[in-house]
């Protein structure tokens, strides 16, 4: 590689570090110049890729520069054994009752959405009322638009669904015709939607705006691995704090609770409950 361009992706690697705490591995090449110059195109910047990047660390542009360096791969009851942990051991314990959850890398929305059919679900099962409400994040302000949206592309041969949940029953189907083709799109019910309520956040901030013990459940998952195994250990911590004692937290296949460990007992695949304060 040229010497300029490993300089520019060292300066991208430093600037996305800096304000956002993504760590981005050696093997990143291909993907740091692809994304830098749609970034390029996006902001009509005229000058040249050093420049770009110089206003980004003067402050300019820097949402679109998150935006453009997160990953967002995400889709309905992703890991769906927790969903059905969610269902079957901790909402049964809040019928009539309120429970607060927290979903920290929500991405496009379909994680937070489908705690909330979850939810459903379980008040049809338990034949009771379940007063929930869900805050999700994430940092990139692109896919939180898309979230509170909810619009959705359907693929018939796409296995989102487990067969426990029914989509009709949560979705409005719509149909986008083109000259070209046809797609199916699918909205989520309003009923569904006001569950849930998002906001942007830093999970690399040095605080996170909740009150300490605030949630019941929190959701954490396939978002650490961006990260150095230091921060992620930190981001961890931080989340503890606004989780309740006996509270649950969900992480991703790959993440580990780091020092966590002695803190919680292990109810499933990468299932916590908080047994004591750090
Ligand atoms: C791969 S998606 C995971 C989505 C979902 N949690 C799931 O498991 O399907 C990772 C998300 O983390 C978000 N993210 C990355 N760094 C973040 C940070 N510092 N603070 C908050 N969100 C961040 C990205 O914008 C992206 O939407």
């Known amino acids: 590689m040229e010497e300029n361009t490993l300089h520019l992706h060292e300066k991208v690697k430093k600037i996305l570090y800096s304000l956002t705490g993504i760590t981005l591995s050696e093997n990143k090449d291909i993907m740091i110049a692809n994304r830098l110059h749609k970034l390029k195109r996006d902001t009509k910047f005229n000058g040249d890729l050093d420049a770009l990047l110089q206003d980004i660390s003067k402050g300019e542009f820097t949402s679109e520069f998150i935006n453009s360096f997160t990953t967002n791969k995400t889709h309905f009851f992703r890991e769906d054994f927790h969903f059905l942990d969610l269902k079957n051991r901790v909402l049964p314990t809040f019928k009539s009752k309120e429970i607060k959850m927290y979903c920290s890398a929500s991405s496009t929305g379909e994680e937070p959405y489908s705690m909330a059919m979850t939810v459903f679900e379980a008040q049809e099962e338990n034949s009771c009322k379940i007063n929930a409400s869900i805050i999700a994040t994430d940092i990139d302000t692109n896919v939180l638009q898309y979230a509170a949206n909810g619009v959705y592309r359907f693929s018939k041969s796409s296995k989102e669904f487990p067969e426990w949940i029914k ?27 006001k569950l849930v309520s998002f906001q942007v956040m830093n999970l690399n901030d040095p605080e996170y705006p909740f009150k300490s013990e605030q949630f019941d459940v929190v959701f954490c998952r396939n978002v650490l691995i961006y990260f150095s195994s230091e921060d992620q250990n930190a981001i961890l911590k931080k989340l503890f704090k606004h989780l309740k004692m006996g509270g649950t937290l969900y992480l991703g296949h790959s993440e580990n609770p780091h020092d966590l460990i002695n803190y919680v007992e292990r109810v499933g695949q990468n299932i916590f409950i908080k047994t004591k304060e750090i």
């Open 167 to 193: 989509p009709q029953k949560y979705f409005k189907r719509r149909v986008n015709k083109t000259l070209a083709s046809e797609e199916i799109l699918i909205k989520i019910k309003p009923e569904l939607q």
